[in-house]
């Protein structure tokens, strides 16, 4: 029998040995799908045992540091295996991508592989069946919120519903985490350097999560984003041993408050598990979820107390829709004695404020090597934009004070200037029209701040005596408009004539974070002389239809009815090829359904009607862009060509007084 102190000799040796290999194995060249650029390279398993699965390391990392180049961000450089995804499907647990006898997902349901990983352009595409479910895998660079370069992982997954059934899906990615050699940093969340079991749900969740082994010396900082441009919160956030997760495809009892010790083993090996809980999927429907993680930057001020600060590279001010942003410091005692009456404080230029809480916090004692960290709710206040420099200082009672500073470009909101074009003044032509008419109504819409403005809603506003045209929208929509950008959007108007004089044209514009714009012009429409009109002004009628005379309706109507109260007509036609039948009064003679006194039907006499019309004697006077008067309708007697025309009209305005008026003729050719 090996003695027992042999036994644990021998086994830290086995350890130190197959640790050693595992580094040596991370460091061998690159294998699988690859994409990098000059930060990280993303690395996915091509099959097909384990096909689809990831992994992340550093190419040159943060360029302002050599310790984080090529080093380990997620395990598995040379063959992606223990990050990987589940999908629940209707309650059950499917493994996305290829099939495995490994631990990570052993003996648990995977789909089919219809196009493994491939490469293209800077993504990396892999799709798999699941079932009903067709699952895009979607890998590519983005920018990271604190640095602005593209230094993350932009991991995307696309689920759309094949089926004919409604189906409740839910996801949940494993990211086995990794700094360079380190498998068991700290997680470090808002206030929180997270070392054990910790579940997180809601508004618990933060904008983001880092690691790192020390703030004075650090070889890697990862990070990972939860909320950003595009990206949207899971509704749990695990950080736990990776071997639980990977023994459990989806829920288990969790382990709250356990270390981070692989379960089953004895080394530490920290992992994070994102889930976004079952929801209904409708057939045809996609749905995507997305999560960022690559380096993290943080600024850094080594001294006896060491600082590093952290916060978005880049926020938003927008009206309205001021959201806060995250400002975490770090504090690291790295001097040889215990820091009494710590404490640290977050100084702030003028543009940004608290959004809760005090700037200075009071963090206790320091023991030599300890780091904590205070974390700050940020919101902008729009009175400066542009690059600001927010600044951490510490101080203790018995170690030299420290400060570090970190720049953050505030973008100005939206803003929207409106230009808008349309003729001064309308004309009338010799035949008593207005010209233009209908005419092009021009707003140019330019966003002179200093981020996107999304949504952009503009909505053009006419008043009495001007209308839009069929196919002329009042309200218009632009998704995007990027800063110092133009954007025109155009309309087709008629003048009516009912009322006329200068006319305000308005155009608003709303986008999400922007004030209100507005522009105005006037439009002067001059008065147009009322027209008494035969409408059809000219027609072609068959002389009888199935055997039975041709009826025609001929109406006589008013353009425009201005300050209208009352009307005498006598008419003529051809009495060889129409005869009258019988005389309708029009809504000029009507009132709220009521039938207006005194009215005539007129009297035919020969090739005539005499005297049609009446008064609006009970009613207020009528003022409409167009009315008719009264409709007459025909029987066709023989054919050919009949002139309605007008021997005698009188019009009565205002105090039934005679006003001014032309009078057109039509035409009926009875074939």
């Not at 209208?564 to 000029?588: K, Q």
Request: charged share 20%; glycine share 10%.
């Amino acid at each position: 029998m090996i003695p027992r102190s042999h036994a644990i000799a021998i086994a830290a040796l086995i350890a130190l040995v197959s640790t050693a290999i595992c580094i040596a194995a991370e460091s061998q060249p690159p294998g699988g799908v690859s994409i990098n650029n000059e930060f990280i390279r993303i690395r996915v398993n091509p099959g097909p045992q384990e096909a689809g699965r990831l992994a992340v390391d550093t190419t040159g990392g943060d360029p302002s540091r050599s310790s984080d180049d090529n080093k380990v961000l997620i395990y598995g450089s040379r063959e992606p295996w223990t990050s990987f995804t589940t999908v629940l499907l209707d309650g059950k647990p499917m493994i996305f991508g290829g099939p495995t006898a490994r631990r990570a997902g052993r003996d648990v349901a995977v789909g089919a592989v219809k196009s493994p990983p491939r490469a293209a352009g800077e993504t990396i595409l892999c799709t798999a069946d699941l079932g009903d479910l067709e699952v895009t895998q979607e890998l590519g660079f983005a920018r990271g919120p604190t640095t602005r370069v593209k230094d993350a992982a932009s991991i995307v997954y696309r689920i759309t519903n094949r089926g004919q059934a409604p189906r409740a899906v839910g996801l949940r990615v494993v990211l086995d985490t990794m700094l360079g050699s380190n498998d068991g940093a700290p997680l470090r969340a808002g206030d929180k350097a997270i070392t054990t079991a910790t579940q997180l749900r809601g508004d618990q969740i933060p904008d983001f999560w880092q690691a790192f082994d020390s703030i004075s010396k650090p070889e890697v900082i990862a990070q990972g984003t939860l909320r950003a441009s595009g990206v949207a919160p899971p509704d749990r956030l695990e950080m736990l041993d990776w071997g639980t997760l990977a023994d459990s495809p989806w829920d288990f009892p969790f382990p709250t408050g356990a270390g981070f010790t692989r379960r089953g083993e004895d080394e530490v090996d920290t992992a994070v598990a994102l889930y976004w809980d079952p929801q209904p999927l409708q057939p045809g429907q996609t749905r995507s979820y997305a999560t960022l993680y690559g380096v993290g930057g943080v600024s850094l001020s080594p001294a006896q107390l060491s600082l590093g600060l952290t916060a978005p590279a880049e926020v938003d001010y927008q009206h309205e829709d001021v959201r806060p942003f995250t400002v975490v410091a770090y504090l690291e005692n790295s001097g040889g004695f215990e820091s009494r009456g710590t404490t640290c404080a977050l100084d702030l230029p003028k543009g940004l404020k608290l959004a809760e809480g005090q700037a200075s916090l009071n963090l206790g004692l320091l023991k030599p090597g300890e780091t904590r960290q205070a974390s700050w709710k940020v919101v902008p206040t729009g009175e400066s934009s542009g690059a600001l420099k927010i600044a951490a200082n510490a101080a203790s009672e018995n170690l030299e004070p420290n400060r570090v500073e970190r720049e953050i470009t505030v973008n100005a909101a939206p803003q929207i200037a409106l230009a808008l074009a349309a003729p001064d003044k309308l004309s009338i032509t010799r035949e008593n029209r207005y010209s233009p008419n209908p005419f092009e109504i021009k707003c140019t819409a330019t966003n002179a701040g200093g981020q996107a403005a999304r949504n952009l809603v503009l909505t053009l506003s006419l008043p009495d005596g001007l209308k839009l045209n069929d196919g002329s929208a009042a309200t218009q929509v632009k998704e995007r408009l990027d800063p110092g950008k133009t954007s025109e959007f155009r309309w087709s108007a008629t003048a009516t004539g009912m009322p006329t004089g200068d006319l305000p044209v308005i155009a608003k514009a709303t986008a999400a974070g922007a004030r209100l714009a507005e522009a105005r012009r006037m439009v002067s429409v001059p008065w147009l002389t009322p027209e008494i009109r035969v409408y059809p002004a000219s027609q072609s009628v068959p002389a009888s239809t199935d055997g039975q005379p041709t009826l025609i309706p001929i109406a006589v109507r008013l353009a425009p009815a201005r300050e209208f109260t009352g009307s005498r007509i006598t008419i003529t036609y051809d009495a060889t090829i129409l005869e009258p039948l019988y005389v309708s009064r029009g809504e000029a003679f009507v009132d709220a359904g009521r039938l207006l006194s005194p009215w005539s039907g007129g009297v035919t006499q020969s090739d005539r009607l005499i005297d049609i019309g009446g008064e609006r004697s009970d009613a207020p006077a009528l003022n409409v862009p167009e009315a008719t008067l009264f409709t007459v309708v025909f029987m066709v007697k023989s054919p050919g060509e009949s002139v309605i025309s007008f021997e005698q009209t009188s019009l009565l305005g205002l105090a039934r007084k005679p006003a001014a008026h032309r009078a057109i003729s039509g035409k009926v050719k009875v074939e």
